[in-house]
Structure formats: structure tokens, C-alpha cells
């Protein structure tokens, strides 16, 4: 007798501009049909629905879609979640409808692909008997915002996925008591045939190092002016920064940042006014990343949230790139052999180990043949997906009994 495949229904933040897409995307199109059938709605309509319609799966455009995430700060989350209760939330309305009423007819299992919709979930839970995962993608700051976030998510899903255990730690650390969550590492493919480089940059002999994200003052990445500056007092002008990301700057930055900000500037006026705009090639959002990377000799992360394990790292590795980031965790980003591993940020420190890679291009190379390697075996596509496959059915044969008590 054949099983029909679980009909899994999965809401995407961002249409394919961020990494909880891509990996979203990455991993349904190495699902077992056989066992699990998948559409995907979309908040923003972008570059991954032209990939799920090659591939064959259903990707709609979902603008009224509701998210809300906590902040660092009070000021701000108090801002975003007024803006989330008397805007975002009531324009939803034909969204939760249409929503409510296709997973009562059409789907087995609604699996939310980031923890911004937690308040989408919490509402779902008394008006559908369908089971609800949450995939869990980022380490919530500590304060009250988040501590609802997580708790509304918790009560509301049947299933959690945490892309490494350091989420998984977070989301308990907030919610004061274990989770029976699920480990599920982001994929990532190692190509098979490497992408053509950029033209731009074929014939360009400085060192190269790719950024890949959208500006935010959590990723840090104004802190590669600081890292520029601090290669330029070296007399190394020899590297170059190819910054892939919108780089508009928010208002609110401290400092010289947010006085650029206030200008009408972006991160390319805030290095010029540093004097370093000639080491960097600003190229806004690119619909290709890999091609980026295959331009370049390394990727750098100048996180302040100390997370070397986000997606922009891994598919750096698995171009065999080397990564230069900060923190602590070594599971993807080892210390010499995979790339470069700050504990806290200094821009002489990380100036000088740019330096010394761009100086032994030998060593690079062969850090990034090690990044590449532990990644086809961590991060290998048919096994996330399998183990994502594995997850939702367990998910969905344990549900019923799980809200009935029995």
C-alpha cells in the first residue's frame, strides 16, 4: 500500500533576498517527493520563485504576510511592536484568512521558516488542528520582547528546528526550561562546476575578500571601514571588499554612521569620508552570490553577534573559501584551518591576518579546500533534507496525541 506524501505548506520571509530563504529553498528541492509534497508562500516577491517554478514546487507572493522580531534595544522594539499591533497586524487579515482556510483544505502541516512569525503561529493554534513547526534562525537578544517572542513560538509549535545549537541554547536560555528541538544544519552544495567570476574583477591582482549581507549594525558591517583603515596604515592597499547588500544606513546608527545616515549617505560616503572608498566595490543587491564568491579569495563576517555559522559562511566554504569572522563556536570556522577566528572584534588584529592571507595566497587556497570539505560533510543538502523529511512526518504522526493528551 503507498503512503500519499505529507502535504507541507511553508511561509518564507523573504523571497529568496536573505539565507532562511535560500535555505528554504535549497532544501526542498532535495525532498523526496515520494514522502513529502511542499508549496511555499512568499512575503516578498524576489528571485526564488523563478527557482521553486524550475524545480516544479508551487511559490506564491504573499505580501500581507505578519512578522515581528525583537531587537537589542527597548526603544526600538517598542517601536516595531506598536507598528506590528496597529498596522501589519490588521492589514493581515485577508492573508490569515486565506491561510486558515487552504490549511484546513489543502495541507497536513504548516511549517513557519522563521521565528518572525511566531505571532502567525500563536493565532493559528486554536483555529487549526494541523500540526506547526518552527524553524528557529537567529540567537533572540536577551529582553522581554524576545522572552514573548519565544514563549508565544513554544506553545504554538508542535516541532522546532534550530539550524545549529547555539539557537537552540538561546531559545532555552529565554524560555527557562529545555526544548525537545531538533538540529538540522543549514545546506549547502558544493558546486560541481565552479561559477564564472564576475568580469569586473578577473583581471584585478589585489586580494579579494567577498561580504555578503544586507547592512544591519548586528551583522557589523561597518566595521570593514575600520578593517580598511586599519590595512591602509599597513601601506596595504592591495585588498579589495566586494560588498554585496543594500548598504543603506539607518537614521538611528551612533556616531559618524548615523550622521551619514541623516545626510541621504550610505556605507560607500561613510568609507569615503574615511578614505578608503577605493578598497571597496559596493555592488548593491546581486541575484547571483555564488558568483561573487567565485570573484573573490575569501569571505568576511564582521558580526557583532559573535554567529560564525550563518548562511553567507557556508556557502563560502562550500566554494572553498575561507571565512574571517568572530566568535567562538568552531564547528564551521576553525582557527587556521578553516578560516580566521576573532573572540572579539579588532580591526589592527583582523588587518593583520588579511594581510598575512594576502601574502601566502598557498594557504588560503588551502584553508578554503578544508572549509569546502567540512561542509560536504556537514551541510550536505540530501541529508538536511532528509532530516527535515524525517522531522515534519514525526512531527505530524505525534501532533494528534500531543494536544489531546494522550
Not at 29 to 34: A, C, P
Not at 195 to 202: H, T
Not at 342 to 359: C, Q, R, T, V
Request: charged share 25%; aromatic share 8%.
Amino acid at each position: 500500500m503507498t503512503t500519499a506524501p505529507l502535504r507541507v505548506l511553508c511561509l518564507d520571509i523573504e523571497g529568496g533576498y536573505g539565507g532562511s530563504s535560500r535555505s528554504l529553498w535549497d532544501v526542498l528541492r532535495h525532498i523526496d517527493r515520494t514522502r513529502v509534497e511542499a508549496e511555499v508562500w512568499c512575503r516578498k516577491a524576489g528571485p526564488v520563485q523563478d527557482r521553486y517554478q524550475a524545480e516544479g514546487i508551487t511559490a506564491l507572493v504573499t505580501p500581507d504576510m505578519p512578522t515581528v522580531s525583537a531587537l537589542p534595544k527597548t526603544s526600538r522594539n517598542l517601536i516595531v511592536f506598536s507598528r506590528f499591533l496597529l498596522r501589519d497586524w490588521p492589514g493581515s487579515r485577508k492573508f490569515r484568512h486565506n491561510l486558515r482556510q487552504a490549511l484546513n483544505e489543502r495541507f497536513d502541516l504548516l511549517h513557519c521558516n522563521h521565528e518572525s512569525l511566531f505571532a502567525v503561529a500563536s493565532w493559528l493554534r486554536s483555529r487549526t488542528s494541523l500540526p506547526i513547526t518552527g524553524h528557529i534562525r537567529t540567537n533572540l537578544w536577551r529582553t522581554p520582547f524576545a522572552r514573548l517572542q519565544v514563549r508565544k513560538l513554544a506553545a504554538a509549535a508542535d516541532g522546532l528546528v534550530f539550524i545549529t545549537e547555539n539557537e537552540q541554547r538561546t531559545f532555552e536560555g529565554h524560555l527557562g526550561h529545555p526544548v525537545d528541538g531538533t538540529v538540522i544544519f543549514n545546506p549547502a552544495a558544493v558546486p560541481e562546476t565552479a561559477p564564472a567570476p564576475l568580469p569586473e574583477f578577473e583581471s584585478d591582482p589585489r586580494y579579494r575578500i567577498a561580504c555578503l549581507s544586507n547592512f544591519s549594525w548586528g551583522r557589523g558591517i561597518d566595521r570593514l571601514v575600520d578593517v580598511a583603515e586599519a590595512l591602509a596604515s599597513r601601506g596595504r592597499r592591495d585588498v579589495l571588499f566586494i560588498v554585496a547588500g543594500d548598504m543603506r544606513l539607518s537614521r538611528s546608527l551612533p556616531g559618524a554612521l548615523g550622521k551619514t545616515a541623516r545626510s541621504g549617505g550610505s556605507l560607500a560616503d561613510h568609507a569615503a569620508t574615511r578614505g578608503v572608498a577605493d578598497m571597496f566595490a559596493f555592488m548593491g543587491h546581486v541575484g547571483e552570490p555564488e558568483r561573487v564568491l567565485a570573484s573573490a579569495q575569501a569571505l568576511i563576517k564582521p558580526t557583532r553577534e559573535a554567529n560564525p555559522w550563518g548562511r553567507d559562511i557556508i556557502e563560502a566554504l562550500a566554494a572553498a573559501r575561507p571565512v574571517i569572522t568572530l566568535g567562538t563556536w568552531t564547528g564551521f570556522v576553525s582557527p587556521d584551518e578553516t578560516g580566521i577566528l576573532h573572540s572579539e572584534f579588532d580591526a589592527g588584529a583582523m588587518a593583520a591576518d588579511i594581510a598575512a592571507l594576502a601574502d601566502d595566497r598557498g594557504k588560503s587556497c588551502a584553508m578554503g579546500r578544508a572549509g569546502q570539505a567540512r561542509i560536504a560533510d556537514l551541510c550536505d543538502p540530501h541529508r538536511s533534507a532528509a532530516d527535515l523529511t524525517n522531522f515534519w512526518q514525526q512531527v505530524a504522526h505525534d501532533a494528534p496525541s500531543i494536544r489531546s493528551g494522550g
